[in-house]
């Protein structure tokens, strides 16, 4: 069935270092494909999003990559910040059923 | 521009209790959901409505849940009785629409669901 994985399911880094989340999915006809950031008791808000007709897509400090024939996506984020410290959502999109599936979330600590 | 309004923010009951929230999406958008996350889990769709009607709620467990849109704007998700794995947050979320892929979905701030 449809199904996202996400890995890792946390990740830590020194500030100003890069990191770096993957996810994968199971669905080859999935197009949609965004990233949620969730702070501690917030909402998840969208940070980026790519669709399935291009490779990659920057905006500032923040990267998506996406390999369709392998099936997986990932974030990067350089010059990490405190502020960067969240859990990180990626999530698919299926044609086949028109519905947003959610990986299980990367909990990214960036030390001071 | 308002976001996703949701009511209450926390409420603890005891089992075989029930419970009600509310979610007022952001004006103008025609779909509407109500994700549930548990600890530690990402957001699993229970049901998406379009206007007022059901698009999917093959995640719904119908035996004790229910959702309703009855006017197409804001929307009440119901469950009785309630169980202790239920104990979640309960997120409500809209978008334009969703026949349209890349159509940006907006959370509410979520009902914290804790059952005892």
């Known amino acids: 069935g449809e199904n996202v994985e996400q890995h890792p399911s946390t990740l830590s880094v020194q500030e100003g270092d890069s990191a770096v989340i993957k996810c994968t999915y199971s669905d080859s006809a999935s197009n949609y494909f965004p990233w949620y950031k969730q702070e501690l008791g917030k909402r998840p808000q969208l940070i980026i999003d790519i669709r399935s007709n291009v490779g990659e897509k920057k905006d500032q400090r923040i990267a998506v990559t996406l390999n369709k024939t392998a099936k997986h996506f990932s974030l990067h984020i350089t010059e990490t910040q405190p502020e960067d410290s969240a859990v990180y959502f990626c999530a698919a999109r299926m044609d086949s059923s028109y519905k947003l599936i959610f990986g299980s979330g990367t909990r990214l600590l960036v030390r001071p | 521009e308002a976001g996703v309004a949701q009511s209450p923010r926390y409420k603890i009951i005891e089992k075989r209790q029930s419970v009600a929230f509310w979610c007022n999406p952001i004006?103008?958008?025609?779909?509407l959901y109500w994700y549930q996350q548990i600890l530690g889990q990402g957001p699993k769709l229970l049901i998406q409505f379009q206007n007022n009607g059901v698009v999917d709620d093959s995640q719904l467990p119908k035996d004790r849940f229910s959702a309703e849109r009855l006017k197409g704007v804001d929307s009440t998700l119901k469950i009785q009785p309630a169980k202790l794995e239920d104990s979640a947050v309960y997120l409500c979320?809209?978008?334009?629409?969703?026949?349209?892929?890349?159509?940006?979905?907006?959370f509410g701030e979520g009902s914290w669901l804790t059952v005892v």
């Open positions: 004006s103008g958008h025609a779909t």
């Open positions: 979320a809209s978008s334009l629409t969703w026949t349209v892929s890349g159509n940006t979905i907006y």
